[in-house]
């Protein structure tokens, strides 16, 4: 295949998600999962409050510490307790299936057949439920260790130089892009084939050595519509300090409907790209 051909699959690909995007069966897995972190954005938002308060600071302190319970102190943790600790669990055994059901809703769409229910699809790929959750676990993993190694490496080195924080901010993502590359097709793998893990971990593997320019463009494309969010979270004590501390709701918002379309157009174009070259 000469690079011409290589653009024009490229570019079918997003066409053919962008096309996928006019069904809205194909929107049921990752509405769901918006649905899910908006219901929990809001308990915890809710539950500093009586009556719940003191169901919640039951909990452990591992996962909901103390500061938490202090306004306004309780809106700046929100985005780390919700994303770091509360859908940790609930993206192993939640977002592994809902993304794995996408999964065979677009291979249905890409065979032109007709698209199943969200119930459907779920009762489709209970058969590879487990590895499914294997898979998000070490995905999960492996780029929690390396941003532990990458800051253990780098050090204060970017301590008092903005730009060389950008730089390094910026490394770190391109890593992180680069690990999610290498088992980004597991799912349309177990989905179409119904390997075993190993067989799928190594069929991924390949797949991304065959496709890594390809696999990293649209892994890193998916990465930058997560960005803008991600630079606000950062900023959230600022936006904080200049206006009502309830303001992080709506952060969280933008953060989630963003999250929302980067899966989709990751797991979609990732599939069709797969499907375009399973047999090569």
């Known amino acids: ?22 069904r809205r069966r194909t929107w049921s897995p990752f509405f769901t999962l918006f649905l899910v972190q908006i219901v929990l954005a809001v308990w915890l938002y809710l539950s500093v409050r009586p009556p719940f308060v003191d169901f919640l600071r039951a909990w452990p302190e591992s996962v909901i510490p103390p500061q938490f319970f202090g306004y306004p102190l309780h809106m700046l943790l929100l985005p780390s307790v919700l994303y ?8 192993a055994l939640l977002e592994s299936a809902m993304l794995a059901a996408a999964t065979l809703v677009f291979i249905q769409f890409a065979q032109r057949q007709a698209l199943p229910g969200l119930g459907a699809a779920l009762r489709g790929i209970r058969f ?5 959750v294997a898979f998000w676990v070490l995905n999960f993993a492996l780029i929690l260790g390396l941003r532990a190694l990458f800051e253990m490496t780098v050090g204060d080195l970017w301590i008092g130089f903005a730009r ?23 799912t349309v793998i ?27 463009c649209i892994v890193g494309f998916g990465t930058l519509i997560l960005l803008p969010s991600n630079l606000l979270m950062q900023r959230a004590h600022e936006w904080i300090g200049r206006f009502n501390p309830e303001v992080m709701m709506a952060v969280l918002g933008f953060s989630m409907i963003s999250a929302m379309l980067a899966y989709y157009l990751m797991a979609s174009v990732l599939c069709f790209w797969y499907l375009m070259h399973r047999s090569s």
Do not use: C, D, K
């Open 190 to 216: 177990i989905v179409t084939e119904r390997t075993t893990f190993l067989q799928t971990l190594g069929r991924a593997v390949e797949f991304f050595g065959r496709h890594w320019f390809s696999t990293l």
């Open 128 to 132: 590879g439920y487990w590895q499914f």
């Open 84 to 91: 770091g600790r509360i859908l940790v669990p609930f993206g």
């Open 164 to 186: 060389r924080r950008m730089a390094l901010e910026a490394a770190q993502i391109g890593l992180s892009v680069v690990v999610n590359g290498l088992i980004a097709y597991s």
């Open 1 to 22: 295949m000469n690079p011409w051909q290589g653009i024009n699959r490229f570019l079918l690909a997003y066409r053919e998600a962008l096309v996928a995007m006019t």
